[in-house]
C-alpha cells in the first residue's frame, strides 16, 4: 500500500513539473506577444506610457510594457511625396490651376514633436493647407505669362515658403516642383492669338528683309553691268563668226560709239 502511495506521489509530481513548463512557456509566450515589437526600416517608434511620450526607439526589435501602461506609435521618416492641385488668381487677374508636388518627410529628432504637438495625421492638418496657401500666395505674385516664362523662379519662391513655415512644424522639405499650369480657355485662346502674330510678324520681317536683300543685289548688278563691261563680256564669249544680222548701229548687239553717222 505504501509503494502504491509513493507511485501516486511520483505520477503528481511529474505531472506538477509538466504543467508548470507549461505555465512557464505560456507565460514567456503572452510576454513576448505583449511586450515585443518591430520597428520597420523607415520607421521610428515613440513609445507612450500612460499618454505622455516616454522615449524613442529606432528600426528594430524594441521592448515595452504591455497595453494600456506603454503604447507604440509608428512614424515614417522616409521621403514622402504629396501632389495637389489649387486655383489662383494672378497678379494680373488670370485665374490658373497649379499642380504642386512636395517631397518631405520627418527626422527620428523631430518626430516626437510632431506627434505631440500635430499627431500623426499630420499631413491633413498641415501640409494640405500649406500646400494651398502656397500655391496662391506664390501665384499672386506673377503675371499669368510669367507663371510660364519664369517657372523656376516660381517654383524656388514656392520651396523657400514651404521650407520657412514647414520646419517651424518639424517637417523637412526636400523639394518642389511644378507638375503643370493650367489657365482658361480665353486666356489660351489669347496666348494662341499672340503666338499666331508674333509668327507672321516675324515672317513680314523676314520677308522684307529678303526683298531688300534682292533690292540691294539688283543694284549693285545695274551698277557693274556698264557699256564697257557688256562689250568685253561680248568678245570674251564671241567664237570667231560673224553674225548673221546686224542690228542698226551695233555688233555683238552691243551699241556701236558713233553709230548712225
Avoid at 518591430?38 to 516616454?54: A, D, L, S
Avoid at 497595453?67 to 492641385?85: F, R, T, Y
Avoid at 494680373?92 to 518631405?104: I, S
Wanted: glycine residues 6%; aromatic residues 8%; charged residues 20%.
Amino acid at each position: 500500500m505504501a509503494i502504491q502511495m509513493t507511485n501516486g506521489q511520483e505520477t503528481f509530481r511529474v505531472y506538477r513539473r509538466r504543467y508548470w513548463w507549461v505555465g512557464v512557456l505560456g507565460v514567456v509566450l503572452l510576454f513576448l506577444v505583449l511586450c515585443i515589437r518591430v520597428v520597420g526600416v523607415g520607421e521610428v517608434g515613440i513609445i507612450t506610457r500612460f499618454g505622455t511620450i516616454n522615449r524613442q526607439a529606432g528600426s528594430g526589435m524594441i521592448i515595452k510594457f504591455p497595453w494600456p501602461i506603454e503604447h507604440l506609435v509608428k512614424m515614417n521618416v522616409q521621403i514622402q511625396k504629396e501632389q495637389q492641385d489649387a486655383s489662383a488668381a494672378t497678379k494680373d487677374l488670370q485665374t490658373v490651376t497649379t499642380t504642386l508636388a512636395l517631397n518631405y518627410h520627418l527626422t527620428q529628432s523631430t518626430a516626437d514633436d510632431v506627434y505631440r504637438t500635430i499627431g500623426i495625421d499630420y499631413k491633413n492638418r498641415i501640409i494640405d493647407p500649406l500646400l494651398q496657401e502656397t500655391i496662391k500666395s506664390v501665384s499672386s505674385q506673377y503675371n499669368a505669362d510669367q507663371l510660364i516664362s519664369e517657372r523656376p523662379k516660381v517654383e524656388a519662391a514656392s520651396l523657400t515658403e514651404l521650407q520657412q513655415r514647414l520646419q517651424r512644424q518639424g517637417i523637412s522639405v526636400d523639394n518642389v516642383s511644378i507638375v503643370n499650369f493650367s489657365f482658361s480657355s480665353d486666356f489660351n485662346n489669347a496666348i494662341e492669338q499672340k503666338q499666331v502674330a508674333q509668327q507672321n510678324a516675324q515672317k513680314a520681317q523676314y520677308e522684307l528683309q529678303t526683298a531688300q536683300l534682292q533690292a540691294q543685289a539688283q543694284d549693285v548688278q545695274a551698277q557693274t553691268l556698264t557699256p564697257d563691261y557688256l562689250e568685253l563680256q561680248a568678245i570674251n564669249k564671241w567664237d570667231g563668226r560673224l553674225p548673221t544680222y546686224l542690228g542698226q548701229g551695233s555688233v555683238f548687239n552691243i551699241p556701236l560709239s558713233g553709230s548712225g553717222h
